[in-house]
């Protein structure tokens, strides 16, 4: 089998530099272009230099479309209004789109949905190993625990994240949500402020911190009467996102299309 020729869309970002390292380092699959949005300092230049790695014959492009039309998978760890630009042209190809941005509106959610009837996308709040093991942890416990059961999920990131509550919580409370047997619109707290009056029973609340280097802290409470269940995982290094997104991308090239996620990819 040849060798999967993967693209890095955002290239220069934290994420992206992590990205080019991780497919260099994989075996199965080669960088075969990168993006960035127009206008960065980064295009033009060698994207195995960026990385720190040296000369890979591989320049930063401005043109997405050129990039994925020479690919047969793209890692995305962008921005929203990106991604969803680029999970039109990922399915004009039938390409394997590998979604890890964060941050979408329902409206992005359904455009992203209906591009997964032509491409193959994997998407995910988190491609760790850890978190994916965590959240079918969370629903199983939330499963078996009964409304009685308070849950809380508390998120910490870097100073520099600009959505909230991340991707991670969410995923965290969906699965808490569907192991309970209710819908998360119906029970998600986001906010508190004020005068809120007592907890309303079998709410799941999400709390965002940011500050300082913080790669990404998650824990889900599930506090009762007289005991309380905490369950964590912490992110030490972005490698273990990146890591993911290969394998995710290597799982997706012989899959139909469709909407996929890294549960699916690590069969959890
Ligand atoms: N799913 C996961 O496992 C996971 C892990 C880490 C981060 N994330 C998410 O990934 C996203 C990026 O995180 P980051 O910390 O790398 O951010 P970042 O700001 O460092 O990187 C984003 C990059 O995307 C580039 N970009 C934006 N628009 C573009 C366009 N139109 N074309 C090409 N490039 C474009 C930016 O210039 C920037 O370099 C966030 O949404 C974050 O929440 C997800
Ligand atoms: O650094 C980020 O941004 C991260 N985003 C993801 C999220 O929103 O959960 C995953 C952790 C790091």
Redesign the pocket.
């Given at each position: 089998m040849n060798d999967l020729r993967i693209a890095i869309?955002?290239a220069?970002?934290?994420?992206?530099q992590q990205l080019v390292r991780a497919v260099a380092a994989s075996e199965g699959c080669v960088v075969a272009g990168a993006?960035?949005?127009p206008g960065?300092v980064a295009v033009g230049k060698d994207i195995g230099v960026l990385a720190g790695l040296g000369p890979m014959g591989v320049n930063v492009s401005d043109n997405?479309e050129a990039v994925i039309a020479a690919s047969d998978a793209i890692l995305d760890?962008?921005?929203p209004a990106?991604t969803l630009?680029f999970a039109d042209m990922a399915a004009c190809g039938g390409i394997v789109h590998v979604i890890?941005?964060?941050?979408f509106s329902q409206e992005d959610e359904a455009k992203i949905r209906a591009a997964a009837e032509r491409a193959r996308i994997i998407k995910?709040?988190?491609?760790?190993l850890g978190v994916n093991l965590l959240t079918a942890v969370t629903r199983r416990v939330s499963a078996a625990l009964d409304m009685d059961f308070d849950i809380e999920i508390v998120e910490m990131h870097h100073r520099?994240?600009v959505?909230a509550p991340s991707?991670t919580a969410l995923m965290l409370a969906h699965a808490a949500a569907d192991g309970r047997g209710v819908s998360l619109e119906d029970t998600a707290v986001r906010v508190r402020d004020g005068h809120t009056g007592p907890r309303a029973k079998g709410a799941i609340g999400m709390q965002s911190l940011r500050g300082g280097s913080v790669v990404g802290d998650h824990t889900v409470i599930l506090a009762g009467e007289g005991e309380r269940i905490e369950l964590t995982h912490r992110a030490e290094d972005?490698s273990i996102?990146a890591r993911?997104a290969v394998k995710a991308a290597l799982w997706g090239r012989d899959k139909a299309p469709g909407l996929y996620s890294m549960i699916d990819v690590l069969g959890l």
């Open positions: 869309m955002g220069e970002g934290r994420m992206g993006t960035e949005r960065s997405a760890f962008t921005a990106a630009k890890g941005t964060t941050g995910a709040g988190n491609m760790s520099h994240k959505d991707g972005r996102f993911g």
